[in-house]
């Protein structure tokens, strides 16, 4: 869409198309994508900041206004974070006299804001146009259910009538800054510049001012158009700091789940504090309890030695050959592993210097990952890839480890999820009572769903002398059943599938992530 799309009428009578931006608000259009809608509202934005104060200029106070709040939510379906911490043209001129920025010169401030997300934009029209697939935020959640969420938090009594969200230890502000950055939120009150000094003023100062629901319909927080943030908002409802009362919060679990079900998600419990449980969302189906507390992967030589340096909490230690593998020992959050938090990891675990660019450090990162991968053996071109590294080679095509690829997921190689103490050479050549030591590849999407890709040799199939083995094979299907039982999603790649270079396997590859990306809405 164009900035002229968002007008009706003509001449003098042209004006702005209130009902076309609500409409914007409450979902994508059925003959418009989000993207070029983003893109329109955007421009147009930005043309009513340059235009400030101009002949000619179409937008007025509340027009931009309306602009803004549409684009926020626009954008946030699509997984951007537009920071502008200003809600129209009057909040615009407070922000320039706050920050001494003069009002007839402020493009160099409109830029800082608006240039980033264009350009996102353009990446992901430019991709669009090339036929790729780009991270879109799932939006599973119905108003229905978001409805009945509310109701269950509706409290009536002699003493007080209203949504108990907020719980007894924690006033608006303080529960909000758990969550949301208040000060880059622009306030909808013009006599205030940020959303903090917005909420105190009307929820602290004045309680009266809002109705007890108002945060599920304020359109800076995401709740009624965002399934991440809403589910974010009802586990911090649940943490023992915002509410200690263990049965209450059970209590409304309990509810949150009979209704979040019908969904494809459900609140559980991730760690504890203090004896009380702390809450985090995942999708039902597919997904694994409790939270990953390390990754070791990536290994290229002797196999590592783990202790448990605590046995209660599991907790391990690797004592000898630590240089020969990765560990990736950071909280890995509700959205998953990406190649931006790797990209931040390797960076500080190198160091590189500052002025690295995030392009130079995913690329030493992408050699260091392409090591632990499968080789072809001497005896084969060695100018083939084999079928582990042409996975991986057609994976990080389609997203790349650098800042322009920092949201997609990440393709972890060489993954332990067992560990045996002992080598196959010290069990005399038996295999490890756990079953298969290493995942080929895993990815950890958002909400806890962790998909194992395996590429099957013919050594999983059969015998040293090239016959087919029953045993391997019943052994294979055996360790599948396992990962499933404990919630892994696993799909296998015959080696022959991926034999050799030719267009069409790589093309077979493509297509499987595009479909398995599309299952879970991670990307789209």
């Known amino acids: 869409?164009?900035?002229?799309?968002?007008?009706?009428?003509?001449?003098?009578?042209?004006?702005?198309?209130?009902?076309?931006?609500?409409?914007?608000?409450?979902?994508?259009?059925?003959?418009?994508?989000?993207?070029?809608?983003?893109?329109?509202?955007?421009?147009?934005?930005?043309?009513?900041?340059?235009?400030?104060?101009?002949?000619?200029?179409?937008?007025?106070?509340?027009?931009?206004?309306?602009?803004?709040q549409s684009q926020r939510v626009v954008l946030r379906r699509l997984g951007i974070d537009f920071r502008f911490p200003i809600y129209d043209f009057r909040a615009f001129g407070r922000y320039c006299e706050e920050h001494q920025f003069a009002t007839w010169d402020h493009s160099p401030l409109i830029d800082e804001f608006f240039a980033p997300v264009l350009a996102r934009l353009t990446e992901l029209d430019t991709l669009r146009s090339q036929g790729d697939i780009f991270?879109?935020?799932?939006?599973?959640?119905?108003?229905?259910?978001?409805?009945?969420?509310?109701?269950?938090?509706?409290?009536?009594?002699?003493?007080?009538?209203?949504?108990?969200?907020?719980?007894?230890?924690?006033?608006?502000?303080?529960?909000?800054?758990r969550i949301y950055d208040l000060d880059s939120l622009p306030s909808c009150d013009s006599r205030f510049l940020t959303a903090r000094s917005d909420i105190y003023q009307h929820c602290i100062n004045n309680p009266e001012d809002l109705p007890s629901d108002w945060i599920f319909h304020d359109w800076r927080f995401g709740l009624s158009d965002n399934d991440d943030s809403l589910l974010k908002f009802l586990a911090t409802m649940l943490h023992p700091e915002v509410r200690p009362d263990v049965e209450e919060a059970e209590r409304l679990r309990t509810c949150f789940n009979e209704v979040l079900r019908h969904d494809g998600y459900e609140i559980v419990p991730v760690e504890w504090i203090s004896g009380a449980p702390v809450f985090g969302a995942r999708?039902?189906?597919?997904?694994?309890?409790?939270?990953?507390?390390?990754?070791?992967?990536?290994a290229d030589g002797p196999k590592p030695k783990i202790v448990l340096a605590d046995l209660p909490s599991g907790d391990i230690r690797i004592t000898e050959n630590e240089k020969y593998c990765l560990v990736y020992d950071r909280p890995i959050k509700g959205t998953g592993l990406t190649w931006g938090d790797l990209i931040t990891w390797w960076r500080e675990r190198k160091p590189f210097a500052k002025d690295v660019l995030g392009v130079d450090v995913g690329r030493d990162l992408w050699r260091r990952l392409y090591k632990s991968l499968h080789k072809l053996p001497e005896a084969i071109d060695q100018k083939k890839r084999s079928p582990e590294q042409l996975l991986f080679h057609t994976y990080t095509d389609m997203f790349p480890i650098s800042d322009t690829g920092s949201q997609y997921p990440a393709l972890v190689p060489q993954v332990?999820?067992?560990?045996?103490?002992?080598?196959?050479?010290?069990?005399?050549?038996?295999?490890?009572?756990?079953?298969?030591?290493r995942m080929d590849f895993l990815l950890l999407l958002s909400h806890g769903v962790r998909v194992v890709i395996e590429v099957d040799g013919k050594q999983h199939y059969t015998d040293s002398k090239g016959r087919g083995s029953p045993r391997l094979y019943a052994k294979m299907v055996a360790e599948d059943r396992s990962l499933r039982l404990k919630g892994y999603e696993v799909y296998r790649f015959g080696g022959q599938e991926l034999s050799g270079d030719e267009p069409e396997n790589a093309a077979m590859l493509k297509e499987f992530f595009a479909d398995l990306f599309d299952r879970y809405k991670d990307v789209k």
Do not use: C
């Not at 999708?283 to 990536?298: E, I, P, W």
């Open 1 to 68: 869409m164009e900035p002229d799309d968002f007008f009706e009428g003509d001449g003098w009578h042209r004006r702005l198309d209130l009902a076309l931006l609500r409409l914007l608000r409450r979902g994508p259009l059925d003959d418009v994508s989000d993207l070029d809608a983003a893109l329109g509202l955007t421009r147009l934005a930005q043309e009513g900041f340059e235009q400030l104060a101009r002949f000619g200029q179409r937008l007025d106070d509340d027009g931009i206004a309306e602009v803004l």
């Open 135 to 177: 991270p879109i935020p799932a939006r599973r959640i119905t108003e229905v259910t978001r409805r009945r969420i509310i109701e269950s938090l509706r409290v009536t009594s002699d003493a007080w009538q209203g949504l108990n969200w907020l719980g007894p230890m924690l006033n608006e502000v303080e529960f909000l800054d």
């Open 283 to 298: 999708r039902l189906g597919g997904v694994t309890l409790g939270a990953v507390k390390q990754l070791v992967f990536a």
């Open 416 to 437: 332990y999820v067992h560990y045996d103490p002992q080598t196959r050479k010290q069990r005399g050549g038996a295999d490890s009572v756990l079953g298969r030591e």
